[in-house]
């Protein structure tokens, strides 16, 4: 077994120079960009190889590439210089009178409907809490949540919770979006069950969102499968590709309301009970809060409530 490394023995100037270097793929320009003479520069990298006790850089005399221990290196170093900024960061808000900072991720959903005008007046309370918002799909929230890279996500239910304090906070009404020439449409339905819509081509969202998971799963226990036609990232997206006819899609309709209008497409309502979905409040179960996002936290649970229309 591999002998632990002696945190003591790395410096930050040494990994910042390791990163120089791997960028680069020469020792020469890593050590320009780090403003280190030549010698030092290589002498640091042969002490963090000895260190490591493994090579991670391949020389030749086109210069260097990374082997495969020193792309593990890499990605570690990259991360803690990442969290010595959101350190840096936080302290300076200190310093500066900002006195918080809070991470919050949303999904597209809460951010067209409940969080901007909670937000306002949060900040009105609280002028010395800076809150950095993100719009993310629900499964990268939950992930950022989980790595610690978010302190508080808001997204939609049946995503993976494991790990997470969650508590209702919202909710959207999902409907069948489809251009105003579709069968569905032309039929005059106001409102139809996810079964006969299973008939037609499907634009969904990429694998791994909430609503795609949760829509297959549906069709699952209706014995039958979607037929996704083309799979994309945003709703804007979604609502183009149904625009141009290649199939219909089921979306938020608070979210999507000023795409579908844009568009000129139909929202048809879903007669399943499930097309009513809940939006989680969610923060990590291991973690404790900082005294500003728990302010955050207890404020959005207070003033947002669950809506249904």
């Known amino acids: 077994m591999h002998n632990p490394i002696n945190p003591g023995r790395v410096d930050f100037v040494t990994l910042k ?34 260190t490591v006790g493994l090579i991670l850089l391949e020389r030749s005399a086109k210069g260097v590439t990374l082997t495969q221990a020193g792309h593990t290196v890499m990605q570690h170093a990259l991360r803690l210089f990442q969290g010595f900024e959101q350190f840096s960061n936080e302290i300076g808000d200190y310093s500066k ?11 597209m959903s809460a951010l067209s409907e409940f969080l901007p005008s909670a937000l306002a007046s949060f900040l009105l309370q609280h002028p010395q809490i800076q809150v ?11 992930k950022a949540l989980v790595d610690g890279i978010a302190d508080i996500g808001v997204f939609a239910e049946g995503t993976p919770v494991t790990g997470l304090d969650t508590v209702v906070i919202g909710g959207d009404e999902l409907v069948i979006a489809c251009s105003k020439d579709h069968p569905l449409h032309k039929n005059k339905n106001k409102i139809v069950s996810f079964k006969d819509c299973l008939q037609y081509d499907f634009v969904g969202l990429n694998r791994g969102s909430a609503l795609l998971e949760l829509t297959s799963r549906h069709a699952e226990k ?25 199939g219909i899609g089921v979306m938020p309709i608070q979210a999507c309301s000023a795409h579908l209008q844009a568009m000129d497409l139909a929202a048809i309502k879903i007669r399943d009970p499930w097309s009513a979905r809940n939006l989680l409040l969610a923060t ?11 302010l955050l936290v207890e404020f959005l649970n207070k003033n947002c409530q669950p809506k249904r229309k």
């Open 17 to 50: 120079l390791f990163c120089a270097v791997a960028k680069a793929q020469s020792i020469t320009k890593g050590a320009q960009e780090c403003s280190l003479a030549l010698s030092a520069a290589s002498r640091r990298m042969s002490e963090l190889e000895e």
């Open 97 to 107: 009178g900002i006195k918080g900072h809070v991470r919050l991720w949303a999904n």
């Open 132 to 142: 950095e918002v993100e719009e993310q799909l629900s499964s990268d929230i939950v």
């Open 222 to 246: 209706l014995g039958e499968r979607m037929r996704l036609r083309i799979q994309v990232r945003s709703y804007d997206a979604m609502c183009k590709m149904i625009s141009a006819n290649l």
């Open 284 to 294: 990590n179960a291991g973690s404790a809060l900082s005294p500003s996002s728990a």
